[in-house]
């Protein structure tokens, strides 16, 4: 297993895998919402090639402090 930062080229296969990971589309759509959000990054991992895993990750605020949320 290779654990990296998602590609351009994986953004497929990452959607397909956040939509089997829940019951229905919907909740891949907030993923697909802020992946291109500056300070906004995903990693995969990878398994013989294909992404297998998928985490999107992005800035968000608490008041004043920036956080980095994990987006589901």
């Known amino acids: ?3 990296r930062l998602e590609c351009v080229d994986d953004r497929a296969a990452s959607i397909k895998v956040e939509r089997a990971a829940f019951p ?3 909740e891949a759509r907030p993923v697909e919402q802020v992946r291109d959000e500056p ?3 995903a990693p ?3 398994v013989d090639g294909s ?3 998928h985490v999107q990750l992005s800035a968000a605020w608490i008041g004043d402090a920036e956080v980095v949320a994990l987006t589901r």
């Open 39 to 41: 300070r906004s990054f």
């Open 44 to 46: 995969v991992a990878e």
């Open 51 to 53: 992404v297998v895993a």
């Open 1 to 3: 297993m290779i654990v």
């Open 24 to 26: 229905t589309p919907v």
